[in-house]
Protein backbone atom coordinates (compact mmCIF):
# COMPACT_ATOMS: atom_id res chain seq x y z
CA UNK A 1 0.00 0.00 0.00
CA UNK A 2 2.64 2.56 0.86
CA UNK A 3 3.85 2.58 -3.24
CA UNK A 4 0.31 3.36 -3.79
CA UNK A 5 0.29 6.36 -1.63
CA UNK A 6 3.85 7.53 -2.38
CA UNK A 7 2.08 7.74 -6.03
CA UNK A 8 -0.28 9.71 -4.76
CA UNK A 9 2.45 12.04 -2.85
CA UNK A 10 3.85 12.19 -6.49
CA UNK A 11 0.62 13.17 -8.26
CA UNK A 12 -0.12 15.68 -5.30
CA UNK A 13 3.30 17.53 -6.11
CA UNK A 14 3.19 17.90 -9.59
CA UNK A 15 -0.69 18.97 -8.82
CA UNK A 16 0.64 21.76 -6.80
CA UNK A 17 3.77 22.61 -9.17
CA UNK A 18 1.15 23.05 -11.80
CA UNK A 19 -1.28 25.05 -9.79
CA UNK A 20 1.05 27.54 -9.04
CA UNK A 21 2.72 28.06 -12.65
CA UNK A 22 -1.00 28.66 -13.52
CA UNK A 23 -1.48 31.01 -10.97
CA UNK A 24 1.24 33.21 -12.60
CA UNK A 25 0.67 32.67 -16.07
CA UNK A 26 -3.18 33.75 -14.93
CA UNK A 27 -2.68 36.44 -12.62
CA UNK A 28 0.88 37.57 -13.01
CA UNK A 29 3.00 39.34 -10.23
CA UNK A 30 -0.30 39.20 -8.25
CA UNK A 31 -0.02 35.56 -7.78
CA UNK A 32 3.29 35.29 -5.72
CA UNK A 33 1.74 33.37 -2.62
CA UNK A 34 0.34 30.99 -4.94
CA UNK A 35 3.42 30.43 -6.33
CA UNK A 36 5.47 30.12 -3.18
CA UNK A 37 2.81 27.26 -1.96
CA UNK A 38 2.63 25.46 -5.02
CA UNK A 39 6.29 25.53 -5.34
CA UNK A 40 6.92 24.71 -1.58
CA UNK A 41 4.03 22.16 -1.41
CA UNK A 42 5.09 20.15 -5.13
CA UNK A 43 8.36 19.93 -4.22
CA UNK A 44 7.68 18.36 -0.48
CA UNK A 45 5.21 16.60 -1.94
CA UNK A 46 8.01 15.04 -4.24
CA UNK A 47 10.29 14.87 -1.64
CA UNK A 48 7.74 12.37 0.91
CA UNK A 49 6.29 10.02 -2.55
CA UNK A 50 9.59 9.78 -3.33
CA UNK A 51 11.06 8.24 0.08
CA UNK A 52 7.92 6.99 0.61
CA UNK A 53 8.50 4.63 -2.32
CA UNK A 54 11.69 3.71 -1.39
CA UNK A 55 10.28 2.09 1.94
CA UNK A 56 11.08 5.37 4.49
CA UNK A 57 8.34 5.95 7.12
CA UNK A 58 9.19 9.82 7.33
CA UNK A 59 8.36 10.20 4.22
CA UNK A 60 4.86 9.31 4.97
CA UNK A 61 4.54 11.31 7.87
CA UNK A 62 6.04 14.28 5.66
CA UNK A 63 3.77 13.27 3.30
CA UNK A 64 0.75 13.33 5.91
CA UNK A 65 1.67 16.28 7.51
CA UNK A 66 1.95 18.56 4.69
CA UNK A 67 -1.66 17.51 3.36
CA UNK A 68 -2.82 18.26 6.61
CA UNK A 69 -1.05 22.15 7.02
CA UNK A 70 -1.65 22.65 3.26
CA UNK A 71 -5.75 21.79 3.92
CA UNK A 72 -5.54 24.43 6.26
CA UNK A 73 -3.63 27.25 5.19
CA UNK A 74 -5.64 26.71 1.20
CA UNK A 75 -9.17 26.35 3.24
CA UNK A 76 -8.23 29.90 4.91
CA UNK A 77 -7.40 31.47 1.48
CA UNK A 78 -10.39 30.48 -0.13
CA UNK A 79 -12.48 31.52 2.53
CA UNK A 80 -11.00 34.99 1.94
CA UNK A 81 -11.01 34.84 -1.63
CA UNK A 82 -14.82 33.95 -1.25
CA UNK A 83 -15.45 36.52 1.04
CA UNK A 84 -13.45 39.64 -1.89
CA UNK A 85 -15.46 38.05 -4.34
CA UNK A 86 -18.82 38.64 -2.48
CA UNK A 87 -17.76 41.98 -1.78
CA UNK A 88 -16.76 42.48 -5.42
CA UNK A 89 -20.23 41.22 -6.34
CA UNK A 90 -21.72 43.78 -4.12
CA UNK A 91 -20.22 46.90 -4.95
CA UNK A 92 -19.16 46.12 -9.03
CA UNK A 93 -15.38 47.10 -10.05
CA UNK A 94 -13.62 46.41 -13.15
CA UNK A 95 -14.49 42.73 -15.34
CA UNK A 96 -10.26 42.14 -14.92
CA UNK A 97 -10.48 42.54 -11.29
CA UNK A 98 -13.09 40.11 -10.97
CA UNK A 99 -11.82 37.97 -13.16
CA UNK A 100 -8.17 37.81 -11.81
CA UNK A 101 -10.03 37.46 -8.23
CA UNK A 102 -12.50 34.57 -9.58
CA UNK A 103 -9.55 32.78 -10.98
CA UNK A 104 -7.65 32.54 -7.96
CA UNK A 105 -10.50 31.40 -5.92
CA UNK A 106 -11.38 28.75 -8.31
CA UNK A 107 -7.38 27.52 -8.62
CA UNK A 108 -7.25 27.60 -4.27
CA UNK A 109 -10.36 25.49 -4.24
CA UNK A 110 -9.05 22.74 -7.00
CA UNK A 111 -6.13 22.97 -4.58
CA UNK A 112 -7.77 22.55 -1.52
CA UNK A 113 -9.75 19.69 -2.99
CA UNK A 114 -6.72 18.02 -3.61
CA UNK A 115 -4.80 18.92 -0.61
CA UNK A 116 -7.95 17.29 1.63
CA UNK A 117 -8.47 14.37 -0.44
CA UNK A 118 -4.58 13.11 0.04
CA UNK A 119 -4.85 14.22 3.35
CA UNK A 120 -7.86 11.79 3.74
CA UNK A 121 -6.22 8.98 1.99
CA UNK A 122 -3.37 9.06 4.04
CA UNK A 123 -4.92 8.93 7.45
CA UNK A 124 -7.72 6.40 5.79
CA UNK A 125 -4.29 4.32 5.34
CA UNK A 126 -1.97 5.46 7.63
CA UNK A 127 -2.07 2.09 9.83
CA UNK A 128 -1.44 -0.04 7.18
CA UNK A 129 1.28 1.83 5.84
CA UNK A 130 3.15 2.74 9.23
CA UNK A 131 3.12 -1.31 9.12
CA UNK A 132 5.05 -1.94 6.09
CA UNK A 133 7.64 0.66 6.20
CA UNK A 134 10.85 1.41 8.31
Known amino acids: MHKNIS ?5 F ?5 G ?7 LAGEQAKTALITGAIG ?5 TAGHFLNRGK ?8 IEAGLLTMLLGWRA ?3 FIRLLGMVQQ ?3 PETTETAGMAFLLTT ?5 ALLTFTVSVMFGKQVLSETK
Open 7 to 11: YLYAF
Open 13 to 17: GFFML
Open 19 to 25: CGIVAVD
Open 42 to 46: GLLGL
Open 57 to 64: RWGFVLGT
Open 79 to 81: GTY
Open 92 to 94: PQG
Open 110 to 114: AMLVI
